[in-house]
């Protein structure tokens, strides 16, 4: 390519000299002389051209290997360099050299620029969201909330019929029955009492009056035996007195004891009543709920629940409403998250060691400002720190080290943490252990380590130089006396081989570009 380049050059400025003399030496007029009969032509003689040599490349099968280098230095294993997760202008920084810090304490901050006015505005919006969020829901839930309100006293009157009975309601109206029973015997033994005494008095007066009349009868017949004797007279007169006091007497004990007699009836009839009504009461506490009453009831509370279901089925906020909360609500997450990224906090109880911020100074994330003693490990154990926070390393893969201190040997490591792990997340840089631990080496020492990201085992292979591509890729094998187009498929790819996974077999010989 390269030679066809210069030759076209070549070419190109032999054209433009012979015209360039053209252009610069007009003609001069001169007198036209035929040629001589006898001149003839000499021949001119065409070289043959030779074509150029090919470069070919053999399909060979080996390994294939794609690996990166970082470089690191060696750091003590209680070394830790702290790191912001964002970049930023520094806006304080609280602590120095030789100060010692406890995990959660806010090592420095970044400048918040206007993070603190939109997280008030955010607020502003999220509280906005959800005012109108919770008047629309208001709106909707008055039919819920009464319906519910219907549904609680349904309940609560169904619960009333099946409760048993209060056994203090039940104590007192059997005291209540045997007060009543024991006021209608007491009613009955009094008013007994007092007819007994009014028919006994009645008795003695009847006696009297049976005296009286045989008195009476007696003094009659000494006055009708001689009508002349006044003592008779006199007799007769206190009889007939006698008499009627005796008539009196009957007549008004006669009332008295058929008032006595009728009063015990009565009173005997108004105890009864009311030992009937305690009674009742205590039946009535006694005999549980009406079977109707309590029918109609869970009738009540069917329904009451329906309407509840109805009232809560109906509620139907428009989502706009709820997406507006949402979003305002993950727009104030996201500021406070974005503010706390600004802190840079201690995961871990240890010393600083050094400082390499000052306030007003920018920051990337990610670059170390603090560099941390954690004595909670070994500090005269040692470790490779890489201080990049984008290499492609995980916890627990393996790696190659050289270290500047011992040229030409290699030594095997594993990556034990990566950035953002550790306390806190706040480590950066990619912590290494090496084996054998027993090399000598001070904290500083530069080391390259070597990661392998991918590696295939008894591949077929070509150099790049052999592959040509369009829409796919392909290479020209000879065939005969001119080149054959083959398409393959290519895997792994290093800047000296490109894994070939189909379309040549080992040994196969194409032409390179």
């Given at each position: 390519?390269?030679?066809?380049?210069?030759?076209?050059?070549?070419?190109?400025?032999?054209?433009?000299?012979?015209?360039g003399?053209?252009?610069?030496?007009?003609?001069?007029?001169?007198?036209?002389?035929?040629?001589?009969?006898?001149?003839?032509?000499?021949?001119?003689?065409?070289?043959?051209?030779?074509?150029p040599?090919?470069?070919?490349?053999?399909?060979?099968?080996?390994?294939?290997?794609?690996?990166?280098e970082?470089?690191g230095?060696?750091?003590?294993v209680?070394?830790?360099?702290?790191?912001f997760?964002?970049?930023?202008?520094?806006?304080?920084?609280y602590?120095?050299?030789?100060t010692?810090?406890?995990?959660?304490?806010?090592l420095?901050?970044?400048?918040?620029?206007?993070?603190?006015?939109?997280?008030?505005?955010?607020?502003?919006?999220?509280?906005?969201?959800?005012?109108?969020?919770?008047?629309?829901?208001?709106e909707?839930?008055?039919?819920?909330?009464?319906?519910?309100?219907?549904?609680?006293?349904?309940?609560?009157?169904?619960?009333?019929?099946?409760?048993?009975?209060?056994?203090?309601?039940?104590?007192?109206?059997?005291?209540?029955?045997?007060?009543?029973?024991?006021?209608?015997?007491?009613?009955?033994?009094?008013?007994s009492?007092?007819?007994?005494?009014?028919e006994?008095?009645?008795?003695?007066?009847?006696?009297?009056?049976?005296?009286?009349?045989?008195?009476?009868?007696?003094?009659?017949?000494?006055?009708?035996?001689?009508?002349?004797?006044?003592?008779?007279?006199?007799?007769l007169a206190?009889?007939?007195?006698?008499?009627?006091?005796?008539?009196?007497?009957?007549?008004?004990?006669?009332?008295?004891?058929d008032?006595?007699?009728?009063?015990?009836?009565?009173?005997?009839?108004?105890?009864?009543?009311?030992?009937?009504?305690?009674?009742?009461?205590?039946?009535?506490?006694?005999k549980?709920?009406?079977?109707?009453?309590?029918?109609?009831?869970?009738?009540?509370?069917?329904?009451?629940?329906?309407?509840?279901?109805?009232?809560?089925?109906?509620?139907?906020?428009?989502?706009?409403?709820?997406?507006?909360?949402?979003?305002?609500?993950?727009?104030?997450?996201?500021?406070?998250?974005?503010?706390?990224?600004l802190?840079?906090?201690?995961?871990?109880?240890?010393?600083?060691?050094?400082?390499?911020?000052?306030?007003?100074?920018?920051?990337?994330?990610?670059?170390?400002?603090?560099?941390a003693?954690?004595?909670?490990?070994?500090?005269?154990?040692?470790?490779?720190?890489?201080?990049?926070?984008?290499?492609?390393?995980?916890?627990?893969?393996?790696?190659?080290?050289?270290?500047?201190?011992?040229?030409?040997?290699?030594?095997q490591?594993?990556v034990?943490?990566?950035?953002?792990?550790?306390?806190?997340?706040?480590?950066?840089?990619?912590?290494?252990a090496?084996?054998?631990?027993?090399?000598?080496?001070?904290?500083?020492?530069?080391a390259?380590?070597?990661?392998?990201?991918?590696?295939?085992?008894?591949?077929?292979?070509?150099?790049?130089?052999?592959?040509?591509?369009?829409?796919?890729?392909?290479?020209?094998?000879?065939?005969?006396?001119r080149?054959?187009?083959?398409?393959?498929?290519?895997?792994?790819?290093?800047?000296?081989?490109?894994?070939?996974?189909s379309?040549?077999?080992?040994?196969?010989?194409?032409?390179?570009?």
């Amino acid at each position: 390519m390269r030679k066809m380049i210069v030759g076209t050059a070549l070419i190109g400025s032999l054209l433009l000299s012979a015209c360039g003399s053209l252009a610069s030496a007009p003609p001069t007029p001169e007198t036209w002389t035929p040629p001589p009969a006898t001149a003839t032509p000499a021949p001119t003689v065409i070289p043959t051209p030779t074509r150029p040599a090919l470069t070919t490349y053999t399909v060979q099968r080996g390994t294939i290997e794609r690996s990166v280098e970082l470089q690191g230095r060696v750091a003590a294993v209680g070394e830790r360099e702290l790191s912001f997760a964002v970049d930023g202008v520094v806006k304080a920084v609280y602590v120095t050299p030789n100060t010692n810090i406890t995990r959660g304490q806010v090592l420095a901050e970044l400048d918040s620029g206007e993070l603190d006015d939109r997280l008030t505005q955010a607020k502003q919006q999220y509280a906005q969201a959800r005012r109108q969020l919770e008047r629309a829901l208001n709106e909707l839930r008055f039919p819920l909330r009464r319906s519910e309100i219907d549904l609680e006293a349904a309940r609560a009157t169904l619960a009333q019929l099946l409760a048993p009975p209060d056994a203090a309601k039940v104590t007192a109206a059997r005291a209540a029955l045997q007060q009543a029973e024991a006021a209608r015997d007491r009613a009955r033994n009094d008013a007994s009492a007092v007819k007994t005494r009014a028919e006994l008095a009645l008795q003695q007066a009847q006696k009297r009056l049976i005296a009286a009349q045989a008195e009476f009868s007696a003094a009659s017949y000494a006055v009708e035996q001689d009508k002349t004797d006044n003592r008779a007279q006199e007799r007769l007169a206190r009889a007939g007195d006698a008499l009627r006091a005796a008539e009196e007497d009957v007549a008004r004990l006669q009332i008295e004891y058929d008032t006595a007699r009728n009063n015990e009836i009565a009173a005997v009839q108004a105890a009864e009543a009311q030992v009937a009504i305690a009674q009742a009461a205590l039946d009535e506490l006694l005999k549980g709920p009406d079977p109707l009453r309590v029918a109609e009831a869970r009738r009540n509370v069917a329904l009451a629940e329906l309407a509840v279901e109805q009232a809560r089925s109906a509620i139907q906020v428009d989502p706009t409403l709820e997406r507006a909360v949402e979003e305002a609500k993950k727009g104030v997450e996201d500021i406070q998250r974005q503010i706390e990224s600004l802190k840079l906090v201690a995961g871990f109880d240890g010393q600083i060691l050094a400082v390499n911020i000052a306030p007003g100074s920018v920051t990337r994330a990610g670059e170390p400002v603090f560099i941390a003693l954690d004595p909670s490990v070994a500090a005269d154990a040692l470790e490779v720190l890489i201080t990049s926070s984008a290499a492609p390393l995980v916890v627990g893969q393996p790696v190659s080290i050289t270290f500047a201190r011992y040229p030409g040997a290699t030594y095997q490591g594993t990556v034990i943490s990566i950035p953002g792990s550790g306390p806190g997340g706040a480590l950066s840089g990619y912590h290494i252990a090496y084996e054998p631990t027993d090399l000598k080496l001070s904290s500083g020492d530069a080391a390259t380590v070597t990661v392998v990201l991918a590696r295939r085992e008894n591949a077929l292979w070509l150099p790049p130089k052999a592959i040509r591509a369009d829409s796919r890729s392909y290479v020209l094998v000879q065939r005969g006396d001119r080149p054959e187009r083959v398409d393959i498929e290519t895997g792994l790819t290093t800047p000296d081989r490109v894994e070939i996974l189909s379309g040549l077999n080992e040994g196969d010989v194409v032409i390179g570009q």
